[in-house]
């Protein structure tokens, strides 16, 4: 009896177990039905658990929910796995420099996962070249793809609207025109290997100063043309898989939550078909997060999901909004390496990536001052390296925007390594003060804010004087360094006296001698320039490049690259020039709950032009080894229709080969509304010209280009009238210029109205 029971609940186990595996196999799978489908026959708990990540390692922010996170140690986070209906879990890392991911897994350390520190976002920026930026792009998506990712989040992308927001340096410039075709390749680049990318962070986080919680407020005006306008481009040509939103608030709802800007706006004034994610631990209320379009809670929390599962449960939020936020997270899974089973290599090729950064790292350096054509040096050099950064350099910035790296290349190596003779004493000088700050200050692979610097070592006028009378030439690096988390100070802005006496004592001993003085500036953000900068004889502005830094920088210093970076920000004379000076970071300044934008779309060059504030470095601006010839300019029409060309000519008229930036500045009709003096619209850079050897540049103007926002209208408007186009070396150094006119007002695109301020904001007005 006992044995026939046994039976009977044996055969009744198998019949059940047959019942589910029939029930299983009768499932819709991810790339076999349509998601809906699948969605369909989901949970309400499982589809809770799609929406929100699987937590995050480490960081004491909160649980880890659901799988654990072990495929690739580091990352900044993932998407649940759903088994039953073949969907994978994703992996999704940091960042705009590189693959940020643990370089050592489980106390092995004979396996390493060092990944490529590219140059950051500004210096790629300043190479004013889409090409060479959407290759880059090609070689970090390998490299993603090969450590097992399938998301990177990047490219930052927010308008450098004031130097001393801490992670400009993730970001390309102050003009969205820039920033947003710079994304758009690098997002193609990437993209192309099939992997994503997540552009961030959507939209006005450009502070650090209480970035979670801070409220912008800011104009429609200003949102469109200036702060949304950057990512507009990137997501109509790139279609990246994903955006991040912000944590701030745009005029009073956090971007996480705010409809007008994920749905509205993004997709259905611009056509975005990917999925949104949080920025990790952004917003506040699931719910509205789900309302708003916002897919993906990152790095995802139990508590979220409960609070989706309860508000569908209570009514409160309706199960299709919930619905369309999962099918919008399964369409991406589908398109991931992750999906497709690829079966990575954790075995990119860090030495053709190497060589990769090298070259964009130089093509992006900006040579501020050449006198004397102090610049290249000559072969064989006796070099005097004054400075912590000549012997450590900082490769990029801090916070998710740093990547571990095997190795940082310093310009004394670089320098070496090209034949030239750095000197003895000063290297043993700097080491030793390198390694003696070491050991009281180790270093971390995750620092915020502003990383402590190993300080400038004392220099008196013994060691100077030797190096003055035994060494050519002696160049001094200046570093900075920030990031995510805190502001810089007017102080970091600033050189310090330390700095200035430095690099004083050692020009006045060089100069002594008929000797000269370079300085290199090997920094994240802009900085002063205009009280020292006639003290060296040349000034290379090398930002943060990136591992090979070193290498890079001596290539420019030793001319077996010509320097031909420009500028994609504006350098002010001091501080308190910059238009958002006074309201930056809002109030109250030790926690700002509010920042106005009162300087309105006047940000940037647009503001210094149009008001004539004289600037030490104007946006565009960079010299070369060699100079160029602009001549030709022809339009092709007299009226503008559909769309209308300029073309110019650029010829080579110095003695060494090199590039030249072409920017195409217009300055529109005025119609009703105030318009900045210039605008750009257009860039190109020319191939590598011989001397006198001359290329013929075609710059496309679109009716898009002509517009200007229209609050009233909620659209985008050409207005009738003389327009001029510009043809520049910088926004200053305009060289020719011609002008057509367009017969009839335009309206070339209805938008939705949108992110309208809730209160009224006194912006400034050129007239
Ligand atoms: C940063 C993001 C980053 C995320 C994940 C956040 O604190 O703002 O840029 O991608 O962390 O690490």
């Not at 309400?44 to 699987?54: D, F, M, Q, V, Y």
């Not at 469109?224 to 481009?233: A, C, S, V």
């Not at 006198?692 to 926002?709: K, P």
């Amino acid at each position: 009896m006992k044995v026939l029971q046994l039976h009977r609940v044996t055969i009744a186990a198998l019949l059940l177990m047959g019942q589910a595996a029939f029930a299983q196999q009768k499932l819709p799978q991810l790339g076999q039905a349509p998601v809906s489908e699948i969605v369909k026959q989901m949970t309400l708990e499982e589809k809770a658990s799609l929406i929100a990540g699987t937590g995050m390692r480490f960081g004491g922010h909160g649980p880890v929910v659901g799988e654990a996170d072990g495929r690739v140690p580091g990352a900044a986070g993932n998407t649940m796995s759903l088994t039953r209906f073949g969907i994978p879990g994703t992996v999704l890392s940091d960042g705009p420099a590189g693959v940020r991911i643990d370089p050592f897994r489980g106390g092995d350390s004979t396996k390493s996962f060092y990944a490529t520190a590219w140059p950051v976002g500004t210096l790629l920026a300043s190479s004013w070249d889409t090409s060479l930026v959407k290759k880059v792009g090609v070689g970090f998506g390998n490299e993603i793809r090969e450590y097992g990712v399938d998301v990177i989040l990047a490219p930052g992308m927010n308008i450098q609207r004031n130097p001393l927001n801490g992670r400009n340096f993730e970001y390309f410039s102050e003009d969205p025109y820039v920033t947003g075709f710079m994304a758009a390749a690098i997002v193609n680049g990437i993209q192309s290997n099939g992997v994503g990318t997540s552009i961030k962070h959507f939209a006005a986080n450009n502070q650090e100063s209480n970035r979670n919680s801070v409220s912008a407020i800011i104009s429609e005006r200003a949102l469109r043309e200036i702060y949304l306008r950057g990512f507009e481009i990137a997501v109509r040509h790139a279609q990246p898989y994903t955006v991040m939103s912000s944590y701030n608030k745009i005029n009073g709802t956090y971007t996480s939550e705010s409809n007008d800007l994920l749905t509205k706006i993004l997709r259905d004034d611009w056509g975005f078909k990917g999925m949104v994610m949080t920025d990790w631990f952004g917003g506040h209320d699931p719910v509205a997060q789900m309302k708003a379009g916002n897919n993906l809670l990152e790095p995802g929390t139990p508590k979220q999901q409960q609070a989706i599962i309860d508000a569908v449960k209570n009514g409160t939020l309706d199960v299709k909004v919930l619905d369309q936020n999962v099918e919008r997270v399964l369409l991406y899974i589908l398109k991931t390496p992750s999906f497709r089973k690829y079966q990575y290599s954790d075995k990119p090729d860090l030495k053709a990536h190497a060589a990769l950064s090298r070259e964009a790292a130089a093509q992006g350096m900006v040579l501020l001052k050449n006198e004397n054509a102090a610049l290249p040096l000559s072969k064989g050099q006796k070099v005097a390296l004054f400075g912590v950064g000549s012997y450590k350099p900082v490769i990029g910035g801090t916070g998710s925007g740093a990547v571990v790296v095997a190795y940082k290349a310093a310009l004394e190596e670089g320098l070496s390594q090209m034949g030239y003779t750095p000197d003895g004493s000063l290297k043993t000088l700097y080491t030793a003060q390198i390694s003696a700050d070491l050991k009281a200050h180790p270093e971390k692979n995750m620092v915020l804010g502003s990383p402590h610097l190993v300080p400038e070592p004392d220099l008196n006028a013994d060691a100077i004087n030797a190096a003055a009378n035994q060494d050519d030439i002696a160049i001094f690096t200046i570093r900075r360094n920030a990031g995510e988390g805190a502001d810089r100070k007017v102080a970091d802005f600033n050189l310090s006296d330390v700095e200035t006496t430095q690099i004083k004592a050692v020009a006045d001993a060089f100069h002594a001698k008929g000797k000269k003085l370079v300085v290199v500036l090997n920094i994240g953000g802009v900085i002063e320039t205009a009280s020292w900068r006639d003290i060296p004889d040349a000034i290379l502005l090398a930002w943060q490049p990136g591992l090979e830094a070193g290498n890079a920088i001596a290539d420019v210093l030793s001319g077996s690259v010509d320097p031909s970076g420009k500028l994609a920000q504006s350098f002010p004379v001091k501080y308190e020039d910059v238009p958002s000076a006074k309201y930056f970071p809002g109030t109250p300044a030790d926690h700002p709950t509010e920042v106005v934008y009162q300087e309105g779309i006047y940000v940037g060059y647009r503001y210094y032009n149009t008001f004539g504030v004289k600037t030490a470095y104007p946006f565009g601006y960079g010299l070369s080894y060699t100079k160029f010839a602009y001549s030709g300019l022809t339009l092709s029409a007299a009226s503008f229709h559909n769309k209308l060309e300029a073309t110019v000519t650029i010829t080579n008229t110095g003695s060494v080969a090199g590039k030249e930036v072409v920017q195409l500045y217009l300055k529109a009709s005025r119609g009703g509304l105030d318009k900045p003096s210039e605008e750009l619209k257009g860039f190109a850079k020319t191939r590598l010209l011989k001397p006198g050897e001359a290329q013929t540049l075609t710059l496309t103007l679109t009716e898009r280009d002509l517009t200007s926002f229209n609050t009233d209208a909620s659209a985008w408007i050409a207005d009738a009238g003389k327009y001029e186009v510009k043809i520049g070396a910088s926004s200053e150094d305009i060289k020719l210029a011609k002008s057509f006119t367009l017969a009839k007002t335009m309206t070339v695109e209805k938008v939705h109205k949108a992110l309208a301020p809730q209160v009224a904001i006194d912006e400034l007005k050129s007239k």
